[in-house]
């Protein structure tokens, strides 16, 4: 395991090739805090956080304890500018609502 800015974490993935890259949501991948509902245009993300969700999304898996996982799934779909490709490996690119529980 290991933890640092997003391009330590980048950097890290790039070397190992890892098999699983595990990334929260709230206030680490994007602005939102406390379980609210990312809104697109208001929130913004960590850009190197969200290069690496997508070059990693066969291995990429978001952790939150937010209740809006359809939202979030939406709005790191808008993010990509690819609306969809989200759903398309759905069982590879899980929401988790709580830490370690995935929602397939």
């Known amino acids: ?3 640092g800015a997003a391009e330590v974490v980048a950097a890290a993935a ?10 929260d949501f709230d206030r680490t991948l994007a602005t939102t805090r406390a379980g609210s ?7 913004g993300c960590d850009e190197e ?4 969700l ?8 978001v952790l939150t304890r937010n209740r809006h996982t ?10 990509r500018g690819r609306p969809g490709e989200a759903q ?3 069982s590879a690119h899980a ?10």
Not at 14 to 23: C, E, H, M, N
Not at 37 to 43: A, F, I, T
Request: aromatic share 8%; no cysteine; hydrophobic share 45%.
């Open 95 to 104: 929401l988790s609502h709580r830490v370690g529980h995935a929602l397939r």
């Open 70 to 79: 359809r939202a979030i799934r939406e709005f790191l779909e808008r993010r």
């Open 88 to 90: 398309e490996s759905e």
């Open 54 to 61: 997508w070059t990693w999304r066969r291995a990429s898996l």
């Open 1 to 3: 395991m290991e933890r």
């Open 14 to 23: 790039a070397r190992l090739g890892p098999a699983r890259v595990a990334l």
């Open 37 to 43: 509902e990312p809104v697109y245009g208001k929130h």
């Open 49 to 52: 956080l969200l290069a690496l």
